[in-house]
């Protein structure tokens, strides 16, 4: 399979609670990507980060990796309803891009 | 920042007609295009890579006679669904870098294109 695995697969928070997504892949990376994608629209690029990175930020989010054991979390911080939205790791290797499943985010106000 | 628009954004076909999708690179030199596709509520599946000037790599499984890719130029790339049958009913998003082939630290996507096969 192309795609990695994401947990979960679905979070419903209230307005102001964190939310946390993780990704798993499956090869060595050069780096590791978060994008957003509401429903029926385009993706929008949230954050990279490098294989030799540990930990990223970008406002309300954070980024962790961890290569050794091919997994990424994705920290949303004080989430609010804009914020619902399937959010989809991808890993860059082998000159090509492969998404993983997804998290579908519900917050309610 | 970098733009790649695709064309049309939605499209309704008949079944057994073909279409013609287009990505382009508005503002930069695209030396490597890629073309996804996702059904509802999945995720993004690499359907091909093409690279300017040559032959579209495609994903094991995809069917290259059915899904025609051409990269004739920096900023041009085009996927034709020939054939179209409902199943074929799909969003499809292209994306575009400027490496050419090699480590990238962003792709940029269009904004993708719904097609609805009859």
């Known amino acids: 399979s192309q795609q990695g695995e994401e947990d979960p697969q679905a979070l419903s928070i209230q307005e102001g609670e964190n939310a946390t997504m993780n990704c798993s892949y499956k090869?060595?990376?050069?780096?590791l990507q978060w994008y957003r994608q509401n429903s029926g629209r385009g993706l929008v690029h949230l954050i990279l980060?490098?294989?030799?990175?540990r930990e990223k930020h970008s406002g309300r989010l954070r980024v962790t990796l961890d290569t050794s054991k091919k997994s990424s979390s994705l920290l949303i911080t004080a989430s609010r309803a804009a914020d619902t939205a399937s959010y989809f790791c991808?890993?860059?290797?082998?000159?090509?891009?492969?998404f993983g499943a997804g998290t579908r985010l519900f917050v309610k106000a | 920042g970098a733009v790649v628009s695709q064309h049309p954004s939605r499209v309704i076909c008949k079944s057994g007609t073909s279409v013609k999708i287009e990505c382009r690179s508005l503002?930069?030199?695209?030396?490597?295009m890629f073309w996804y596709r996702q059904f509802p509520k999945q995720s993004l599946m690499l359907m091909a890579t093409?690279?300017?000037?040559?032959?579209?790599?495609?994903e094991q499984g995809v069917e290259k006679d059915k899904f025609l890719i051409n990269h004739a130029s920096l900023t041009l790339s085009t996927l034709t669904v020939t054939s179209a049958h409902p199943e074929d009913s799909s969003f499809y998003i292209c994306?575009?870098?400027?490496?050419?082939?090699?480590?990238?630290?962003?792709?940029?996507f269009g904004p993708g294109t719904r097609l609805t096969v009859l």
């Open positions: 090869t060595s990376i050069n780096n």
């Open positions: 991808a890993t860059f290797a082998g000159f090509k891009t492969i």
């Open positions: 093409s690279n300017e000037g040559s032959k579209a790599t495609y």
């Open positions: 980060i490098r294989s030799n990175e």
């Open positions: 994306s575009a870098t400027t490496r050419a082939g090699g480590s990238t630290d962003t792709q940029y």
């Open positions: 503002d930069f030199q695209a030396t490597t």
